[in-house]
């Protein structure tokens, strides 16, 4: 492959899955101003290890996503190794989501059901947001995070244990909590 027609297929596998990368990263990590640089970071990577997918062109999608969901996890990661500099008051200001059309009620749930998210452990956070934000497919949160079926569902259940008790702490979200029960 001539430099030029590598030069193509990076930029149109960036153009089709970019979307995709960013809703799924938005999904685990929230408003995070570092967003851009992990869409980059996990084309990057994709771009270094093209030569290991091995399938048809349907299997892309699925390791992108699974390339996305290890970044995150690092950035997770690395953030709360520099919990002090929140402490420290210096962390950035959080851009506003675009709710031009949510009533003020909506937008403070949604900001309180990020914060409940970002409480939870890393493992349980990110298949909580693939499955329950992005809306995926248990079997796919599966292979997103590279873990068994049953694995999922474990850390599933836990986390969504653990989403209950932190948001049932929290006037603004108890009710949304009892609203959502079976």
Request: charged share 30%.
């Amino acid at each position: 492959m001539s430099d030029v027609q590598r030069q193509r297929a990076v930029a149109d596998l960036f153009d089709r899955h970019a979307d995709q990368v960013s809703r799924v990263l938005t999904r685990i990590l929230g408003l995070d101003p570092e967003t851009p640089d992990l869409i980059q970071e996990v084309f990057l990577r994709a771009f270094r290890n093209i030569d290991r997918v091995r399938g048809t062109p349907e299997v892309l999608p699925r390791w992108l996503i699974g390339i996305a969901v290890f970044v995150a996890r690092e950035h997770i990661r690395r953030k709360r190794g520099r919990w002090w500099l929140r402490w420290a008051g210096a962390d950035e200001p959080l851009p506003e989501p675009p709710a031009a059309t949510a009533s003020p009620d909506v937008v403070l749930a949604l900001h309180r059901v990020r914060s409940v998210i970002e409480r939870l452990p890393v493992d349980e956070r990110i298949p909580f947001a693939l499955r329950y934000l992005d809306d995926m497919e248990l079997e796919e949160v599966a292979h997103a995070c590279d873990v068994s079926l049953a694995t999922v569902k474990r850390r599933l259940a836990r986390a969504r244990a653990r989403f209950d008790k932190l948001a049932a702490r929290d006037a603004i979200l108890l009710n949304w909590v009892e609203k959502g029960r079976p």
